[in-house]
């Protein structure tokens, strides 16, 4: 198992991003949470890692904190929410607030996430109770600033499962000039209250 991955940033492509580590690439997908908090390209980065090994792939998760992996975890334990669902609701979530919509038993809050519906939510509630706790709060991680990108946007919301027109309906609330970490985190919002 790769438990942590330390390297030179090369690309960043929300969710996925490219490491450097002794002359190796690795890609690695990462949830909006992460995303935010990342150094510019070029610069050292350190992350925590998952590696998730299928029949047809192996596919590496990175997280800046252990809140983020341990929830993460948790969330693909659950049957019927693959890798892919448990990055939109840490991307749509920070880990306080899932571990608060669980412990408040707020299915409204889960199923305003893509890929989460009534059934999923129910689920989420009824197996996460009581594990989501205070070795998974304390996630949230700060914006980094980037030039005017809408299409790294709208390629964000698209990879975490919105659809086209729901993508492009939030990138439209991003003011011109924002970056793409926070123009991420407007749209998200934006989706979060429809």
Same mark, same amino acid.
């Given at each position: 198992m790769i438990g942590r991955l330390a390297g030179t940033l090369v690309?960043?492509?929300?969710?996925?991003?490219?490491?450097d580590a002794g002359g190796v690439g690795y890609e690695v997908d990462v949830p909006m949470s992460t995303f935010y908090g990342l150094p510019a390209i070029g610069e050292p980065i350190t992350l925590?890692?998952?590696l998730l090994v299928r029949e047809d792939a192996h596919q590496l998760y990175g997280f800046a904190t252990q809140a983020e992996r341990s929830a993460f975890r948790a969330l693909i334990k659950i049957s019927g929410v693959g890798a892919r669902t448990a990055l939109a609701v840490l991307s749509?979530?920070?880990?306080?607030?899932?571990?608060?919509?669980?412990?408040?038993?707020? @299915?409204?809050?889960?199923?305003?996430?893509?890929?989460?519906?009534?059934?999923?939510?129910?689920?989420?509630?009824?197996?996460?109770?009581?594990?989501?706790? @205070?070795?998974l709060e304390g996630a949230g991680a700060p914006a980094a600033g980037t030039a005017d990108a809408s299409g790294d946007i709208l390629? @964000?919301?698209?990879?975490?499962?919105?659809s086209e027109r729901e993508a492009a309906a939030a990138a439209r609330q991003v003011p011109a000039g924002t970056g793409v970490s926070d123009g991420i985190r407007i749209a998200l919002k934006s989706l979060a209250k429809a």
């Open positions: 690309e960043k492509h929300p969710p996925t991003l490219l490491v925590l890692t998952h749509g979530l920070s880990v306080d607030e899932l571990a608060q919509a669980i412990t408040r038993q707020d @299915a409204a809050t889960l199923k305003r996430l893509p890929g989460i519906g009534q059934k999923t939510a129910e689920r989420l509630l009824l197996e996460l109770k009581g594990k989501l706790g @205070a070795d390629r @964000a919301l698209l990879a975490l499962g919105y």
